[in-house]
């Protein structure tokens, strides 16, 4: 029995350990992890807004210079049909005014990079003047080929536009990016400009990083005209392709649309984190290995503190709780032993009060009457109860003269003289009910 009761008590100091101990670490281990996922949220947030800001003013820049491009174009276009010799050559079907018409068309290709090519049509003479790759014009429509693969131009189906208009052109064989100013029906040419895609990509290149994942110039139908890893862009098109904004994907991935160009097209970007936020983690790698270490300096500065504070206040429990309860804390059985020795200091108290009453009225009585202090002090212990007092003295004295006058016929000789009487004193107790 007694090293089962050993057994408890072991157990329960061994408990009471665990459970001191887990209020150091656990609070520490909470803050510890807490600050990872904030600053690692916070980081991700603050990042991604970063990117969306830098990739925000890119696509606006090339936007800008797309549209510069477009502008330059148009005012090669004015100049275009204006040119004396393009004027002349529609009267003149000579071989050399073709010749002319057709190096005036080539000279003004080769003075603006935007445009791979010019496809000038003579409606008089039925000509066509293409400063790159082949022609045909049959039957309102012309046939751009491309090696062996050929997409087809159909200007009527554009006639109604009064603005001047960028058209994306794709079949199961090729595509095309046309710039098509606006033209009257009733003009005797037709102009439209092949737009370089190689230098679109260019310009859609210097922006691809690890953050920008890919960027693309897109129609209004969604459809990507010139792309930079355009796959990974195509999926969220769709979803993007009216917003001029921001559209979220998840925490670390955006797609970003910059709008404003002719016909409704738009350039797009995907943008995420994650590139900035793996070296991020590679950082709270490294610092997770300090912490790891710090944390092993943390428990010995824990158990430190222990010894300190728990350590002495559980010695001091064992030394003043006589039975520990094991539900209770240490706090809690030293406040009930500190309570039980108040009260028992209160009741000796009352005891040593009763006991200065108790000795004044035995003083008392040891003048009055001796034989009944003499029964009083062999019970001694009644001086130490709490019970309430059930006797009280009384003094009762009656005084006779002094002297008193006695005399005898027969005696002579002798005078009067005063008999001592002595002096009685009578005691009587008398209970508390009256007697």
């Known amino acids: 029995m007694k090293k089962m009761q050993k057994f408890n008590k072991n157990h329960y100091a061994h408990h009471t350990m665990i459970r001191y101990f887990l209020s150091y670490f656990l609070p520490l281990f909470f803050l510890m992890v807490s600050f990872f996922f904030i600053i690692h949220g916070q980081l991700s947030k603050s990042y991604l807004d970063m990117l969306n800001e830098q990739a925000d003013r890119q696509l606006n820049y090339i936007k800008e210079e797309f549209s510069d491009g477009l502008m330059a174009i148009d005012r090669t276009n004015h100049s275009l049909i204006s040119n004396i010799n393009l004027i002349l050559s529609r009267y003149d079907s000579s071989s050399w005014s073709r010749y002319v018409a057709f190096r005036e068309v080539n000279s003004y290709a080769i003075a603006n990079e935007l445009v791979e090519y010019i496809v000038y049509y003579d409606r008089l003479n039925d000509d066509i003047y293409s400063s790159g790759k082949y022609v045909v014009y049959d039957e309102g429509s012309f046939h751009i080929y491309r090696g062996a693969k050929s997409i087809t131009f159909c ?141 092993i300096a943390s428990i010995f500065i824990v ?75 062999d019970n001694v212990d009644s001086f130490f109860t709490l019970e309430p007092d059930d006797l009280i003295f009384a003094l009762r004295m009656r005084i006779t003269p002094p002297y008193q006058t006695c005399g005898q016929s027969g005696d002579t000789g002798s005078g009067n003289r005063a008999v001592p009487q002595k002096r009685t004193a009578g005691k009587k107790f008398l209970s508390d009910a009256g007697i």
């Open 155 to 295: 200007p009527d189906s554009y006639q109604n536009s009064i603005t001047n208009q960028l058209i994306y052109l794709k079949n199961e064989e090729s595509s095309c990016l046309l710039y098509y100013p606006y033209n009257d029906i009733g003009n005797n040419y037709i102009i439209f400009y092949v737009i370089n895609e190689v230098r679109i990509q260019n310009m859609l290149k210097s922006i691809v990083s690890d953050e920008i994942l890919a960027t693309a110039l897109v129609d209004s139908s969604g459809q990507t005209a010139v792309g930079i890893n355009q796959d990974l862009l195509t999926p969220y098109l769709s979803s993007a392709e009216s917003d001029d904004g921001i559209l979220q994907l998840d925490s670390q991935t955006t797609v970003q649309t910059c709008t404003g160009l002719y016909s409704d097209f738009s350039v797009t970007a995907l943008i995420s984190n994650r590139a900035l936020m793996s070296r991020t983690n590679q950082i709270f790698s490294r610092t997770y290995i300090v912490l790891f270490f710090l944390g």
């Open 303 to 377: 158990l430190y503190a222990m010894g300190r504070t728990y350590l002495p206040l559980r010695r001091l429990t064992q030394k003043i709780v006589k039975n520990p309860a094991p539900d209770q804390s240490y706090l809690e059985q030293l406040d009930l032993a500190f309570s039980d020795v108040a009260t028992e200091n209160q009741n000796l108290q009352k005891k040593i009060e009763k006991y200065r009453l108790s000795m004044q009225k035995s003083i008392f009585d040891s003048i009055l009457f001796e034989n009944h202090t003499q029964n009083l002090l």
